[in-house]
């Protein structure tokens, strides 16, 4: 298994235009792309200017939205109690499983919530994450209170044993404040990691998605073999 796990410091920090972006770019630049999302909630709300996080990551892999997620659920609450109220209960090894038939293509994997929001009791993103062995980029917003959020998920990170590939900041205006400036050197700087910026992208058009993700450094952020082995 070959590919990236996107997860983000809390949710609504951008992690689906992220994993969009990344997959539009790989896909037009000849990679044989997968998008997979383990589980997706919050389908009974209503319809923004931005399609459901499965029919986004859909149009940029050229995958059907049912194909990216499995486990789909109406209530926007975290995955576990989703499941709790359709009368469910989420298996992580079925999880594992289907995160992992994605056979001779680049998967992006995007997770829910923040590292540390359980999809299923005892069961966490990073839990998936540890399984999967997949390097991971870290969707953060630029603005205040970033330094915090961003250096907390790099060390949940790390401490379970898995590499950081970078850390995305979105959206990226075309002229950043001192603060937001300052927030990408401190990251870089006392995360030790490579902090790239995402551009403002206003809708869901792929050429749009393709350009910014073209501007990330996709290519050095995978690993040039299989991390997909679990630990003995």
Do not use: C
């Not at 969707?139 to 850390?167: C, F, K, M, Y």
């Not at 910014?212 to 450094?217: D, E, I």
């Amino acid at each position: 298994m070959r590919g990236l796990f996107v997860t983000g410091t809390d949710t609504g920090v951008g992690k689906t235009i992220v994993s969009a972006a990344l997959l539009a770019a790989m896909r037009a630049a000849g990679e044989p792309v997968r998008a997979h999302k383990p589980v997706v909630t919050g389908l009974d709300e209503p319809r923004g200017e931005w399609p459901p996080d499965h029919e986004l990551l859909g149009l940029a892999a050229g995958m059907s939205p049912e194909q990216v997620a499995p486990l789909r659920y109406g209530p926007a609450v975290s995955p576990h109690l989703a499941a709790e109220l359709a009368g469910e209960r989420i298996d992580p090894g079925g999880l594992v499983a289907r995160a992992r038939e994605q056979p001779e293509r680049t998967v992006v994997v995007e997770g829910v919530g923040g590292l540390l929001a359980p999809l299923a009791e005892g069961y966490s993103v990073r839990n998936l994450a540890v399984e999967l062995r997949l390097p991971l980029v870290i969707a953060a917003s630029p603005l205040l209170g970033t330094i915090n959020h961003t250096l907390l998920t790099i060390e949940a990170v790390r401490a379970a044993g898995l590499d950081v590939a970078a850390v995305v900041l979105t959206p990226w205006l075309t002229e950043p404040s001192r603060m937001e400036l300052s927030n990408r050197e401190t990251i870089a700087r006392m995360g030790r990691v490579e902090v790239a910026v995402l551009e403002p992208i206003a809708s869901a058009d792929m050429s749009s998605l393709t350009r910014a993700g073209a501007q990330l450094s996709w290519r050095d952020w995978l690993p040039p073999t299989s991390l997909g082995a679990p630990r003995p």
